[in-house]
């Protein structure tokens, strides 16, 4: 059985960190790419960042230079670490993991940031 849980969200003020985790199960890990998404109410989910092996990695615009995303393959796990949160990042964020034809979801974690 395949699961993908998130962990590490949270409300935070603005300026502070957050690192997210996303435990992997039921599948090969280390084959997939591994990405995170956010989604706001009304809004498509959208590519926060993406890690296809160490070393390779593509973030958003809106992101880069904010976050780090990391992945464990010992331990099935890929990370967000975010810094200096901004209102506007405040989300429930997803992990996603692809291979081919095969894509699977995580159920979210909430991220805001507020004051």
């Known amino acids: 059985q395949v699961q993908l849980v998130e962990s590490g969200g949270g409300l935070v003020q603005p300026g502070a960190s957050l690192r997210l985790s996303c435990a992997a199960s039921?599948?090969?890990?280390?084959?997939?790419?591994m990405s995170w998404y956010r989604q706001t109410p009304g809004k498509e989910r959208e590519l926060v960042a993406r890690i296809i092996s160490v070393g390779t990695t593509t973030y958003a615009d809106s992101m880069k230079g904010r976050c780090t995303i990391s992945r464990d393959n010992a331990k099935n796990t890929v990370y967000l670490q975010m810094n200096s949160l901004k209102p506007e990042d405040t989300a429930v964020y997803y992990c996603?993991?692809?291979?081919?034809?095969?894509?699977?979801w995580g159920q979210g974690t909430q991220v805001t940031v507020s004051s």
């Open positions: 039921g599948f090969t890990f280390s084959n997939y790419v």
């Open positions: 996603n993991a692809w291979y081919g034809m095969r894509g699977y």
